[in-house]
Protein backbone atom coordinates (compact mmCIF):
# COMPACT_ATOMS: atom_id res chain seq x y z
CA UNK A 1 0.00 0.00 0.00
CA UNK A 2 1.67 3.25 -1.19
CA UNK A 3 -0.30 5.48 0.92
CA UNK A 4 -3.17 6.46 3.81
CA UNK A 5 -6.30 6.34 1.68
CA UNK A 6 -5.16 2.49 0.56
CA UNK A 7 -6.68 1.38 3.71
CA UNK A 8 -10.47 1.55 4.13
CA UNK A 9 -10.72 2.20 7.82
CA UNK A 10 -8.94 5.44 7.19
CA UNK A 11 -11.06 6.36 5.01
CA UNK A 12 -13.64 5.53 7.49
CA UNK A 13 -12.19 7.52 9.69
CA UNK A 14 -10.28 10.15 7.55
CA UNK A 15 -7.23 11.59 8.86
CA UNK A 16 -6.51 15.23 9.58
CA UNK A 17 -3.10 14.94 9.03
CA UNK A 18 -2.49 11.90 6.93
CA UNK A 19 1.48 12.49 7.58
CA UNK A 20 1.30 10.97 11.62
CA UNK A 21 0.74 7.74 13.23
CA UNK A 22 -3.26 7.04 12.89
CA UNK A 23 -4.37 5.32 16.05
CA UNK A 24 -8.06 3.52 16.60
CA UNK A 25 -8.64 2.99 20.12
CA UNK A 26 -10.89 3.37 22.80
CA UNK A 27 -9.55 4.06 26.48
CA UNK A 28 -9.61 0.66 28.08
CA UNK A 29 -7.24 -1.00 29.52
CA UNK A 30 -5.59 -2.82 26.47
CA UNK A 31 -6.39 0.87 24.42
CA UNK A 32 -4.77 2.90 26.54
CA UNK A 33 -1.23 0.46 26.04
CA UNK A 34 -0.99 2.69 22.89
CA UNK A 35 -1.78 5.97 23.56
CA UNK A 36 0.61 6.33 26.86
CA UNK A 37 3.24 4.57 24.78
CA UNK A 38 3.01 7.24 22.19
CA UNK A 39 2.74 9.86 24.73
CA UNK A 40 5.63 8.63 26.73
CA UNK A 41 7.63 8.54 23.10
CA UNK A 42 6.32 11.99 22.21
CA UNK A 43 5.29 10.25 18.32
CA UNK A 44 2.86 12.65 16.53
CA UNK A 45 -0.55 10.79 16.51
CA UNK A 46 -4.33 11.29 15.58
CA UNK A 47 -6.41 9.32 17.69
CA UNK A 48 -10.12 7.99 16.46
CA UNK A 49 -12.60 7.14 18.72
CA UNK A 50 -13.32 3.28 17.83
CA UNK A 51 -16.68 2.70 20.46
CA UNK A 52 -17.59 -0.41 21.18
CA UNK A 53 -20.11 0.51 23.25
CA UNK A 54 -21.66 0.90 19.18
CA UNK A 55 -19.70 -2.15 17.79
CA UNK A 56 -17.83 0.15 15.47
CA UNK A 57 -14.82 -2.65 15.95
CA UNK A 58 -17.26 -5.00 14.25
CA UNK A 59 -17.71 -2.59 11.36
CA UNK A 60 -15.95 -3.74 7.59
CA UNK A 61 -14.19 -0.77 7.93
CA UNK A 62 -12.32 -2.05 11.08
CA UNK A 63 -11.80 -5.35 10.07
CA UNK A 64 -10.12 -4.50 7.56
CA UNK A 65 -7.48 -3.28 9.77
CA UNK A 66 -7.74 -5.78 12.59
CA UNK A 67 -9.63 -8.75 11.34
CA UNK A 68 -10.30 -9.87 15.24
CA UNK A 69 -12.07 -6.96 15.87
CA UNK A 70 -10.14 -5.72 18.74
CA UNK A 71 -8.81 -2.19 19.95
CA UNK A 72 -6.23 -0.98 19.70
CA UNK A 73 -5.22 -0.70 16.03
CA UNK A 74 -2.49 1.86 14.17
CA UNK A 75 -0.89 3.03 10.80
CA UNK A 76 2.20 3.91 10.64
CA UNK A 77 2.35 6.25 7.19
CA UNK A 78 5.68 6.31 8.10
CA UNK A 79 6.26 2.27 8.59
CA UNK A 80 9.22 0.43 7.51
CA UNK A 81 11.26 1.75 4.39
CA UNK A 82 8.94 4.44 4.42
CA UNK A 83 5.63 2.47 3.28
CA UNK A 84 3.02 2.90 5.33
CA UNK A 85 1.73 -0.32 7.79
CA UNK A 86 -1.24 -0.95 9.56
CA UNK A 87 -0.57 -2.94 13.07
CA UNK A 88 -2.79 -4.85 15.41
CA UNK A 89 -2.68 -6.43 18.82
CA UNK A 90 -1.66 -4.35 22.08
CA UNK A 91 1.72 -6.39 21.76
CA UNK A 92 2.42 -5.98 18.36
CA UNK A 93 2.19 -2.52 18.75
CA UNK A 94 4.19 -1.83 21.58
CA UNK A 95 7.29 -3.93 20.32
CA UNK A 96 6.81 -2.38 17.00
CA UNK A 97 6.89 1.70 18.45
CA UNK A 98 10.25 0.14 20.80
CA UNK A 99 11.55 -0.77 17.56
CA UNK A 100 11.09 2.36 15.39
CA UNK A 101 12.07 4.35 18.36
CA UNK A 102 14.82 1.94 20.12
CA UNK A 103 12.89 3.60 23.37
CA UNK A 104 10.92 2.02 26.08
CA UNK A 105 13.14 -1.24 26.07
CA UNK A 106 16.53 -2.08 27.18
CA UNK A 107 18.93 -1.73 24.27
CA UNK A 108 20.63 -5.29 25.47
CA UNK A 109 20.05 -8.55 23.94
CA UNK A 110 19.42 -10.02 27.30
CA UNK A 111 17.50 -7.04 28.99
CA UNK A 112 15.49 -6.83 26.13
CA UNK A 113 13.92 -10.85 25.93
CA UNK A 114 13.24 -10.32 29.51
CA UNK A 115 11.53 -7.41 28.60
CA UNK A 116 9.13 -8.82 25.82
CA UNK A 117 8.96 -12.19 28.16
CA UNK A 118 7.29 -9.78 30.79
CA UNK A 119 5.21 -7.97 27.94
CA UNK A 120 4.45 -11.68 26.79
CA UNK A 121 3.36 -12.45 30.90
CA UNK A 122 0.77 -9.67 30.92
CA UNK A 123 -0.67 -10.31 27.12
CA UNK A 124 -0.93 -14.17 27.69
CA UNK A 125 -1.56 -14.38 31.96
CA UNK A 126 -3.01 -10.95 33.25
CA UNK A 127 -4.99 -9.81 30.41
CA UNK A 128 -6.93 -12.72 29.73
CA UNK A 129 -7.39 -13.75 33.56
CA UNK A 130 -8.25 -10.39 35.08
CA UNK A 131 -10.82 -9.50 32.33
CA UNK A 132 -12.66 -12.94 33.29
CA UNK A 133 -12.51 -11.90 36.77
CA UNK A 134 -14.17 -8.61 35.93
CA UNK A 135 -16.51 -10.31 34.00
CA UNK A 136 -17.81 -13.07 36.49
CA UNK A 137 -17.31 -10.80 39.30
CA UNK A 138 -19.10 -7.86 38.38
CA UNK A 139 -20.69 -8.35 35.28
CA UNK A 140 -22.19 -11.62 35.78
CA UNK A 141 -22.95 -11.83 39.00
CA UNK A 142 -26.47 -11.57 38.73
CA UNK A 143 -26.53 -13.86 35.81
CA UNK A 144 -24.79 -17.11 36.99
CA UNK A 145 -25.88 -19.29 39.87
CA UNK A 146 -22.96 -21.79 39.95
CA UNK A 147 -19.92 -20.15 42.08
CA UNK A 148 -16.92 -22.05 40.32
CA UNK A 149 -16.41 -19.57 36.92
CA UNK A 150 -15.99 -16.99 39.61
CA UNK A 151 -13.96 -18.46 42.26
CA UNK A 152 -11.94 -20.06 39.33
CA UNK A 153 -10.81 -16.19 37.85
CA UNK A 154 -10.39 -15.28 41.58
CA UNK A 155 -8.37 -17.58 42.34
CA UNK A 156 -5.97 -17.02 38.92
CA UNK A 157 -6.02 -13.52 39.25
CA UNK A 158 -4.72 -13.63 42.95
CA UNK A 159 -2.08 -15.67 41.50
CA UNK A 160 -0.78 -13.71 39.15
CA UNK A 161 -1.01 -10.91 41.34
CA UNK A 162 1.32 -12.63 43.34
CA UNK A 163 3.80 -13.43 41.12
CA UNK A 164 3.95 -9.90 39.93
CA UNK A 165 4.13 -8.85 43.29
CA UNK A 166 7.21 -10.85 43.79
CA UNK A 167 8.73 -9.79 40.94
CA UNK A 168 8.68 -6.18 41.85
CA UNK A 169 10.48 -7.00 45.00
CA UNK A 170 12.93 -4.43 45.78
CA UNK A 171 13.04 -3.11 41.67
CA UNK A 172 10.85 0.45 40.60
CA UNK A 173 10.07 -1.00 37.68
CA UNK A 174 9.22 -5.05 36.31
CA UNK A 175 12.83 -4.81 33.76
CA UNK A 176 15.97 -3.71 34.36
CA UNK A 177 15.41 -1.10 36.56
CA UNK A 178 13.79 0.82 33.49
CA UNK A 179 9.95 2.29 32.99
CA UNK A 180 9.30 -0.36 29.71
CA UNK A 181 6.41 -1.40 27.67
CA UNK A 182 6.21 -4.17 30.49
CA UNK A 183 5.17 -1.79 32.42
CA UNK A 184 2.79 0.35 30.06
CA UNK A 185 1.10 -2.88 29.59
CA UNK A 186 0.50 -4.00 32.69
CA UNK A 187 -0.36 -1.51 34.63
CA UNK A 188 -3.86 -0.29 33.07
CA UNK A 189 -5.05 -3.84 33.99
CA UNK A 190 -4.14 -3.27 37.51
CA UNK A 191 -5.92 0.31 37.85
CA UNK A 192 -8.78 -1.61 35.87
CA UNK A 193 -9.14 -4.39 38.72
CA UNK A 194 -9.57 -2.14 41.39
CA UNK A 195 -10.97 0.40 40.34
CA UNK A 196 -13.43 -0.43 37.35
CA UNK A 197 -14.04 -3.74 38.75
CA UNK A 198 -14.09 -2.99 42.24
CA UNK A 199 -11.79 -6.39 43.29
CA UNK A 200 -9.57 -4.57 45.56
CA UNK A 201 -10.76 -6.02 48.82
CA UNK A 202 -12.07 -9.98 47.27
CA UNK A 203 -8.35 -9.57 45.66
CA UNK A 204 -6.15 -8.62 48.72
CA UNK A 205 -4.81 -6.03 46.30
CA UNK A 206 -3.70 -4.20 49.97
CA UNK A 207 -1.52 -7.31 50.41
CA UNK A 208 0.33 -6.75 47.33
CA UNK A 209 2.61 -3.49 48.85
CA UNK A 210 4.94 -3.62 45.75
CA UNK A 211 2.41 -3.35 43.15
CA UNK A 212 0.54 -0.72 44.92
CA UNK A 213 3.58 1.36 45.08
CA UNK A 214 4.43 0.51 41.75
CA UNK A 215 1.08 1.28 40.24
CA UNK A 216 1.48 4.62 42.05
CA UNK A 217 4.62 5.12 40.32
CA UNK A 218 3.49 4.68 36.89
CA UNK A 219 -0.09 6.40 37.27
CA UNK A 220 2.15 9.74 38.41
CA UNK A 221 3.57 10.01 34.91
CA UNK A 222 2.54 12.67 32.93
CA UNK A 223 2.32 10.98 29.40
CA UNK A 224 -0.03 8.97 31.87
CA UNK A 225 -1.98 10.80 32.78
CA UNK A 226 -2.57 12.43 29.15
CA UNK A 227 -2.72 9.14 27.52
CA UNK A 228 -5.45 7.05 29.87
CA UNK A 229 -7.78 9.39 28.14
CA UNK A 230 -7.66 9.11 25.06
CA UNK A 231 -9.27 8.96 23.14
CA UNK A 232 -11.99 10.78 24.91
CA UNK A 233 -14.62 9.27 25.95
CA UNK A 234 -18.02 10.32 24.60
CA UNK A 235 -19.84 12.25 26.99
Known sequence: MSALSDFPIARHWPASNDHVIQLYSYPTPNGV??????????????????????DDQKTPAFLSLNPNGKIPALIDPDGPDGTPIGIFESGA?????????GRLIP?????????IQWLFFQMAGVGPMFGQFGHFYKFAADKITDTYPTERYTNETKRLLKVLDQRLEGRQWLVADMYTIAD???????RTVRDFYDGGEVLGLDEFTNIAAWLARCLERPAVIKGSNIPARPQ
Open 107 to 115: ADAAGRVEC
Open 33 to 54: KASIALEELGLPYEPHLVSIGA
Open 184 to 190: IATFPWV
Open 93 to 101: ILLYLTEKT
